[in-house]
């Protein structure tokens, strides 16, 4: 290879990457703009949360049960050996809250949600529905991309909420029904070791964030999607794939800001 | 299903996931201890606070009646300055004491307050004169060092070992005792 194809891919990489990047912030501000008109016809909201929040509420309930009940039995391996074993409800509390309830919903979230707004707008813009509607001088913006944006985050949270208190009770199950441990010691040292604003309030701000960052990206991917069924296929898998990555990435930076300094 | 469906289905969705959240709050964290009743706030001084930290209990005879609102340092008298918020359903004499200890070996650190007898009760803004400081392993391990250096220094006048290597003075005493 030439250097200066060398140099020129370089180039051309750096300037795709840019424009990805420019891509991407304009839709964001373009999604802003559309969230006020979104808001005035609500029931589209309304029935977003129900195709995100509804129908992903099996699945996150099931999983948060079963994750605190693994997290009380392995917890209880540990803790036992320390003769600390009343810890467990505060172990299980404090890992369900603070990292798993919205890391691990959010990636439950892009699998289960992100992947059918992605394929859904994705169809959409093949079917050249997107198209007709702007024909229509209706503005598929308002009209389809801000409800799901706003079903998303309404609903992220109220998930990552109920797989935080479905893993609590499941780590119950174990650690009172089956172990033995006494309920009093249990729920006491729960109580003492979780804040309400530190650990509760942060968990929440992150699956705050996380919505925010699943839902733009499955939007986007589907929104930016070639119009071919192979497009559309990609587009999907990106959406898990790049939603993931993001979620993990913010999980540090959120965890490193809010955390760091007890 | 027509949108009034739907719209049950939400809210049905919404008020579980706010229960979740309360459930949380209520049974998982410590909400419920927070927000009992109307408080009171009183200072005290330590010369060292130790590990205390901001919303450790405040306990007395071990029952907790309020939390360490807030924690700064005087810079006149080298102090901490400890900001205690106690229950108003809870009142003590004027001469109580506070003290700063562990709870277990690993625990948290929090304060004591040990009532004394004086007839009149701590207002708000009152001032707990009488603090004990918390205790600081390394300064105790180091004190325990230094009794034991200034009796083993005792030793080695008397029994004229000194300057006879590390090992010689362990024996000696185990053989004295």
Known sequence: MKPVEFVAGIGSRTIELLRSLGRHAAFFADLMRHVPAALQRFYLVTAQVHAIGNLSFLIIGASGLVVGLVLALQGYYTLSRYGAAEQLGLVVALSLLRE?????????????????LTAEIGLMK???????????????????????????VIA????????????????????????GIDPGAFWSEMQGGVDVFQDLGNGIIKSFVFGVAVTFVALYQGYESTATPEGVSQATTRTVVVASLWVLALDFVLTALMFSTP | MGRKGIEILVGLFVLVGILAILFLALKSANLASLSNGSTYEVTARFDNIGGLKMRAPVRSAGVAVGRV?????????FQGIVTLELQSQFEFPVDTSAKIVTAGLLGDQYISLEPGGDDKNLAAGGVIKSTQSALVLENLIGQ??????????????????????????????ATKK
Do not use: C, H
Not at chain 1, 126 to 151: H, N, T, Y
Not at chain 1, 172 to 177: C, D, E, K
Not at chain 2, 151 to 171: I, L, N, R, Y
């Open chain 2, 69 to 77: 609102k807030r924690i700064t340092f005087d810079n006149k008298t």
């Open chain 1, 156 to 179: 992220m949270p109220l998930l990552a909420a109920i797989f935080s208190a479905a893993g609590v009770i499941g780590g119950w199950i174990v650690g009172v029904l089956l172990i």
């Open chain 2, 144 to 173: 325990f060092l230094y009794s034991k250096a200034a009796e083993g220094g005792g030793d080695a006048k008397g029994g004229d070992t000194k300057g006879g290597g590390d090992v010689k003075p362990a024996p000696e005493k």
């Open chain 1, 126 to 152: 093949a079917g050249e529905q997107l198209a007709a509607m702007e024909l229509m001088a209706v503005d598929p913006r308002s009209r389809v991309l801000a409800p799901r944006f706003l079903g998303g």
């Open chain 1, 100 to 116: 798993l309830g919205p890391v691990v919903t959010a990636l439950l979230f892009a699998g289960r949600a992100g992947t059918s």
